[in-house]
């Protein structure tokens, strides 16, 4: 009943919906990276080896803007930090897991993949079989950003200015469907208040550091928040 | 720049923060206000960009009802609001979105 291959099947089913959200996101970026001059190659490899949207996004926008290399992978790297929160709140079910097998699929780590499989432990904490629904998911979703990438590579050289159509709103629609589920307490609203003003605050910064800062704000604003009203 | 050493740093600090915790199962616990703090990482991040994104346009502050961005964004927010469904939310962003561009 709960055999390797239908485990990995429902993995992929469960995480069909946030891979169609995903999809246009690759979409654009392809079509961004051709319009921001990038070759095929790069633009594959970073979706190949990175496997991260946003920190794509966000690389390719700051590349754009002759952003420094350091900036942007220092922006980056904090950026992934909720995927280090993503494992750590997983930790105690890759336990058993063989470490290879824990390297391999930390890899895969998205928000979609840590969606479905928190899902599944949410609703069947007892199943065998998770890392055969986690690798489910993972290749799932992995494939389709790939695809997603080079078709809009591939339709942003065919449709001069696809990239200014104003597909990056995809982009802002579905952080906002991230974002706005997670403000449960008064502290997580301190939080994004402060991170939204501040944002706007430092727009002009050199190197985007104005965003960096302004995370760091947020989190010291909502952590004093909690602290207060725990 | 270098594109492929980029890549290469872009994938180290991706998948470090990934890894680590995987790596450290069953070994430490995560001190409670390191916990509590990376709990507001999302938050803080993807709203700053957010508001950059939506409301800076061409690199100017666009506080018109031209800039279908922010309007986009904000019918999302009152329908992750609503619904607090991701889906929901990004098929309603993409509509206003659309509606904006074709019929305005």
Redesign the interface.
Known sequence: MHTPAKQLWLGALETL??V??AF?FGIVFGAMAHTGG?DFA?TL??SA????G???F??ITL?AAATA?PV??MT?????????????N???H??PWP?WL??V???F?TDETFAAVTDRLNRHPEQEGLRWFYAGSALFMYSFWQISTVLGYTLGERIPGLADW?L????????????????RQR??WA??A???????LT?DWPHQT??LL???L??TV??AV?GRSS | ?N?????????V???L??????????RIR?PA?L??????????????????????RGGE?DLTLGN??AL??LV??AV??AT????A??A???IA?ALL?LLV
Request: glycine letters at 4%.
């Open positions: 919906p946030l169609v959200a246009p990038l790069v490899g970073m080896i990175v496997f991260a946003a920190s794509q966000i690389a590349l290399l942007i992978v980056v790297f904090v950026v992934n930090l909720r995927q280090m929160l993503y494992s750590a997983l930790m105690h890759v336990e470490h824990r390297a699929l930390a890899f780590l104003g990056d709103v995809a982009m802002i629609v579905a952080f906002v469907g991230i974002v706005v589920p997670a403000l502290a997580d939080c994004a402060v991170a939204f003003s501040s944002a706007l727009y104005g965003l302004s995370s760091l947020a989190i909502g952590m909690a | 720049m594109e492929w050493l980029l890549i290469a740093l872009m994938a600090v991706t998948y923060p990934r890894y680590l915790p995987f790596a450290l199962a069953g995560i206000r916990e509590q703090a990376l709990d507001f990482v999302p938050i803080a991040v993807l709203t700053a960009i957010i508001a950059q994104a939506s409301l800076y502050l279908y961005h986009a964004a999302a927010f992750a609001l607090r469904h991701l889906f939310t990004i309603a962003g993409l979105f561009k």
